[in-house]
């Protein structure tokens, strides 16, 4: 594990005030099971609101990651983004960005995150077994400049990181690629219409320019 740029001391940042990663419930626990000590280790020399280079580099050859947000009132949502590799793009070394295409309409993660801008992220790597965390503050926007980047996307969402660590990967399933999405937007070609939004269920409460009201 790299060592914390920015170190940590007695659960704040040194370099810039921030408070620490743990709240009473964590530390009821970690009494219980007595790991007190090791995550406050783990949290001095691991845990940093820094991207850097290694960071970048895991980050931007990822397909895929989880996304955790919140309501106004706390309750949870957790949903999967996926696309080509490099669909998430660290823009500096405090901030990342990604696209967000077309889905079910429904906006459960990002309808949460207009209430609520605290979000957590998990990219798996799940070929060479590792992971990795980003829990920062997300935006959206649909003017953002990084819009004409992703063809298809809808809007632009960029999350500020307040903590960057990585997760030990004891438990990551040793899983192969077989084939990524053909549904991930592309310049060069159309981008399939999902079977679902062709049924006739569905079909009189499609968006105005939904594809799928064109393509038989």
Aim: hydrophobic share 40%; charged share 30%.
């Amino acid at each position: 594990m790299r060592r914390n740029r920015a170190m940590r001391v007695n659960g704040t940042q040194a370099s810039g005030g921030m408070i620490g990663m743990f709240h009473d419930g964590s530390r009821e626990l970690q009494d219980r099971f007595d790991t007190r000590r090791l995550a406050d280790r783990l949290d001095e020399r691991t845990v940093h609101d820094v991207i850097d280079e290694d960071d970048r580099a895991f980050i931007e050859r990822m397909d895929m990651f989880f996304l955790a947000t919140a309501d106004a009132e706390g309750r949870p949502n957790c949903s999967y983004k996926g696309g080509d590799p490099g669909f998430v793009l660290v823009v500096d070394e405090h901030t990342i960005a990604f696209p967000n295409y077309d889905g079910n309409g429904m906006y459960l993660s990002m309808g949460n995150v207009l209430a609520n801008a605290h979000v957590g992220l998990l990219f798996i790597d799940f070929e060479h077994q590792w992971r990795m965390r980003l829990n920062g503050e997300a935006t959206i926007d649909e003017r953002d400049p990084l819009m004409a980047e992703f063809p298809g996307a809808q809007f632009i969402v960029r999350v500020r990181a307040r903590e960057v660590f990585p997760n030990c990967p004891r438990y990551i399933h040793h899983y192969t690629l077989v084939e990524r999405s053909r549904f991930v937007p592309k310049s060069a070609c159309a981008t399939p219409v999902p079977d679902w939004k062709r049924g006739d269920w569905v079909a009189d409460v499609l968006p105005a320019g939904d594809p799928a009201r064109e393509q038989p």
